[in-house]
């Protein structure tokens, strides 16, 4: 069965750093682009960053330059490094794979100010 897993998530405060993790299984990994997104509740899920399968990277205004985002197909992985956060990057973030229709579950980040 094809699924994503998400990890990496917590409660930092406002500067800090956190590297969310995907984990990908049930498919070929390799093939498929990544997107990462967040969502606030009650606001709509917000695109973050997609990575290419050939690893061309794309970010929203709002995280560029402070988020890198990053594969490992060796480890069917993909990656989300998040520098100096601050607390509008609190949201419950998921990876997923659209050409696939997959979604994880999501990771709460949470930024304290």
């Known amino acids: 069965q094809a699924q994503l897993v998400e990890s990496g998530g917590g409660l930092v405060q406002a500067g800090e750093s956190l590297r969310l993790s995907c984990a990908a299984s049930?498919?070929?990994?390799?093939?498929?682009?990544v997107t990462w997104y967040r969502q606030i509740p009650g606001k709509q899920r917000e695109w973050v960053a997609g990575?290419?399968?050939?690893?061309?990277?794309s970010y929203a205004d709002s995280v560029k330059g402070r988020f890198t985002i990053a594969r490992d197909n060796a480890k069917n992985s993909a990656y989300l490094q998040m520098n100096n956060l601050s607390s509008e990057d609190t949201a419950v973030y998921f990876c997923?794979?659209?050409?696939?229709?997959?979604w994880g579950q999501g990771t709460q980040v949470t930024v304290s100010s």
């Open positions: 997923a794979v659209l050409g696939r229709g997959i």
């Open positions: 990575i290419s399968k050939v690893s061309v990277s």
């Open positions: 049930g498919f070929t990994f390799s093939d498929y682009g």
